[in-house]
């Protein structure tokens, strides 16, 4: 977040770098709408977005200590950022910000699918001050919105709405590189935009739950989310004009987002129904060298990434749930007749082989071979050979007639394999004769990502769900697979 004493104004001179140039849109802007349906978001692993931090915080290091826009460790951060979005399928530019303080690159990152005169951007500003690392101001924001970007691209579920993702320079400056991208759109272009979800400081240690334009359309599905967890979140007055939503709420589209607070003091009544310390800062480490990893507070990060999951799917996604109620959505309450349950015998292989069928002699415990299980001590190993090779692991499962389900798991992907383009060494998920998702060498990361997909298709029917994988001949990409589960409701 940029300081008060920012400058509010920026000239753009430059024409404006815009993935999809040359759509024709509508010269009206529609509310967002949380539209009723069927897919399920999937929940964002917070290690992670933690996992994109130390790379960030690395970066930094090795780069006199900070990444202020213009400096080598901007640069590095963009391409840190630009090389994940490529090998997941993103189309990807870079703006330069000519008249940004410190000349630099804003990153732009197009998912291919949805309507192309109906977008809804995510942004947040990838620059730090000069006094430190900004793994919170605005590393947090940054790393999740990529965790989103990646799971949607996993997930590649049919879209209702374009969506595109933003990566801002010179936010500290005075909200430079948003207001480079905002001013130079044309009306048409700006009427492409339904709504901007922007993202800073969402990981504060000392954090609150706070939304920008808390009772507007745009705000709605991210208000659900957070209200569905009983957080009772509140307006983001601490934030107002500050960052990058600015830049487009000036120039009349709609504008949200998520923040956890900055130098402004927690009070008696928030820390009472959101814990933490009263009247302390809710980031004590803002624009300071002590804003490193060990600056975040992981569990309101873990329910920002989630939220913004949630307002992805709800506003972008074709057939997306209806706004959760209290409980959370991870234990729904029993609809349509059906009683809530997880079906899938033996989830977590803790049993070993019992109840799954196929390259049984997979599931063991692999912590002696630097696989170890989520969690527990079992897990189901495929691949890793480094040579031709094919594994399969299977289960029947029933869906009752007229109930939802959805199949979880997490996956921990490592891999020899170098390419950012190319991939050798897969991981299908289907259910009887549906491919549910692909995963492949290009997935590969730090620790477990967690996966979702929606079984409603199947509902009375009894379905087999498999795991696939096949490696090629040479270089090993192990998928180890742990606490999986199909939760019908």
């Not at 290091?61 to 901007?74: D, E, H, K, Q």
């Not at 800073?200 to 920008?212: A, C, L, R």
């Not at 070993?352 to 049984?360: D, F, L, M, R």
């Not at 040579?387 to 109930?403: D, F, N, R, W, Y």
Request: aromatic fraction near 8%; charged fraction near 10%; hydrophobic fraction near 35%.
């Amino acid at each position: 977040m940029r300081s008060r004493s920012a400058a509010m104004t920026l000239t753009a001179s430059a024409a404006l770098l815009l993935v999809g140039a040359g759509l024709a849109i509508p010269a009206t802007a529609a509310p967002v709408a949380v539209t009723p349906a069927l897919a399920a978001a999937p929940d964002i692993a917070v290690a992670n977005v933690q996992a994109h931090l130390t790379q960030l915080g690395t970066i930094a290091t090795s780069n006199g200590g900070n990444r202020r826009s213009g400096t080598a460790g901007y640069t590095a951060s963009v391409a840190y950022i630009k090389g994940k979005l490529q090998a997941a399928g993103y189309t990807v530019a870079e703006q330069t910000c000519t008249s940004c303080t410190y000349r630099a690159n804003n990153l732009i990152a197009d998912w291919p699918g949805g309507p192309s005169d109906q977008i809804t951007m995510f942004g947040a500003h990838l620059d730090s001050v000069a006094a430190g690392p900004g793994i919170n101001d605005n590393g947090s924001g940054s790393a999740t919105l990529l965790e989103n970007a990646l799971a949607l691209a996993a997930q590649n579920p049919t879209m209702s709405r374009h969506v595109r993702f933003a990566w801002w320079a010179g936010e500290e400056q005075g909200l430079q590189g948003s207001a480079f991208y905002a001013n130079a759109l044309t009306t048409t272009q700006r009427t492409q935009i339904k709504a901007y979800y922007n993202f800073d400081m969402v990981g504060s240690k000392n954090g609150g739950y706070f939304i920008n334009h808390i009772t507007s359309a745009a705000a709605a599905p991210m208000k659900a989310y957070w209200d569905s967890l009983g957080l009772q979140p509140e307006e983001n007055t601490e934030g107002a004009g500050r960052s990058d939503d600015y830049s487009f709420e000036r120039v009349g589209i709609p504008t949200s987002g998520y923040a956890a607070g900055a130098s402004a003091r927690k009070t008696s009544a928030q820390a009472a129904k959101w814990g933490g310390t009263a009247n302390s800062a809710y980031d004590s480490c803002y624009h300071q060298s002590c804003d490193t990893t060990s600056n975040i507070g992981a569990t309101v990060l873990n329910r920002a990434a989630d939220g913004v999951a949630y307002t992805i799917w709800q506003t972008s996604v074709s057939g997306s749930t209806t706004p959760p109620t209290t409980p959370p959505p991870s234990s729904p309450p029993p609809t349509g007749g059906c009683t809530a349950a997880q079906v899938l015998a033996n989830p977590g292989f803790e049993s070993g082989a019992t109840s799954w069928t196929g390259t049984t002699g997979a599931i063991g415990q692999w912590s002696s071979q630097g696989q170890p299980a989520r969690t527990g001590t079992y897990s189901a190993w495929l691949l890793g050979y480094g040579s031709t090779k094919t594994e399969s692991l299977s289960q029947a499962v029933t869906i009752p007639a007229g109930c939802s389900a959805t199949l979880t798991f997490y996956v921990h992907i490592d891999s020899a394999e170098t390419t950012t383009t190319s991939a050798y060494d897969k991981l299908t998920v289907t259910a009887g004769s549906t491919t549910l998702g692909t995963l492949s060498n290009l997935n590969k990361a730090a620790g477990y990502q967690a996966k979702s997909y929606s079984l409603n298709a199947f509902a009375g029917q009894t379905v087999t769900i498999k795991f696939n994988g096949t490696e090629d001949s040479s270089l090993q990409t192990s998928f180890v697979i742990d606490d999986a589960a199909v939760q019908v409701s």
